[in-house]
Structures are given as C-alpha cells and as structure tokens.
Nanobody, 118 residues
Framework: QVQLVESGGRLVQAGDSLRLSCLAS????????VGWFRRAPGEERESVGS????????NYADSVKGRFTISRDMAKNTVYLEMNNLKPEDTAVYYC???????????WGQGTQVTVSS
C-alpha cells in the first residue's frame, strides 16, 4: 500500500507563486497516476490535474491551465504542484491521491490549506 502526505500550503497574496509537495511512502511501484485535487469553502472536491509516475504525462483542469504545473522527483518519491499567478478563487484545501489502475484511493488525507488574499 501507499501513503501520501501533502505540505506547503500557506497564506499568500494574489499574484504570488507557491509550490505544494506530495510525499509518497510504501509500495511506490504500485502507483500509476498521482493527482492533485482541491475543495473550496462550500464547494465539492474537484480535480486540479495529474501526472503519470513513470512517463510523467500531465493533464490539467481548464481553470488552472497555463498557471499550474505538476512535476515529480522520483528519487525523492515526491510530486509537486507549482502554482503561479494565484487568484482568490484558488483558495482551497489541496489534496493529492494515487490511482493504481482501478480508481482513486479512499479515504482522503488531511490536505494542505492554501489561502489567497486580494
């Protein structure tokens, strides 16, 4: 099994940049895709984007395309979410999760809070 822990969230100003980290431990070889998700206040959880662990292929939601970049450091077992030109509507709790080929795992982790002031 695999465990993921998010970190790096904090209070920032509109227009700032921030990098979140997702540290993986356990049976890393079982991971096919790692995804970033977020849940804004009063809203449902939504997908931000994802990356395949081996190939590094990424995809992004339209709302963050061109501003956010997902990458991974395989030696550190870490997936990153680089966020640029942050907007107040990016304020949310951010989560990472993994997909071994049969769907996203449950339960969700604690997440990390990102707050963007105007």
């Amino acid at each position: 099994q695999v465990q993921l822990v998010e970190s790096g969230g904090r209070l920032v100003q509109a227009g700032d940049s921030l990098r979140l980290s997702c540290l993986a431990s356990g049976r890393i070889f079982s991971v096919y895709r790692v995804g970033w998700f977020r849940r804004a206040p009063g809203e449902e959880r939504e997908s931000v984007g994802s990356i395949t662990w081996i190939g590094g292929t990424t995809n992004y939601a339209d709302s963050v395309k061109g501003r956010f970049t997902i990458s991974r450091d395989m030696a550190k077992n870490t997936v990153y979410l680089e966020m640029n030109n942050l907007k107040p509507e990016d304020t949310a709790v951010y989560y990472c999760n993994r997909n071994g080929g049969s769907g996203w795992y449950l339960p969700w982790g604690q997440g990390t809070q990102v707050t963007v002031s105007s």
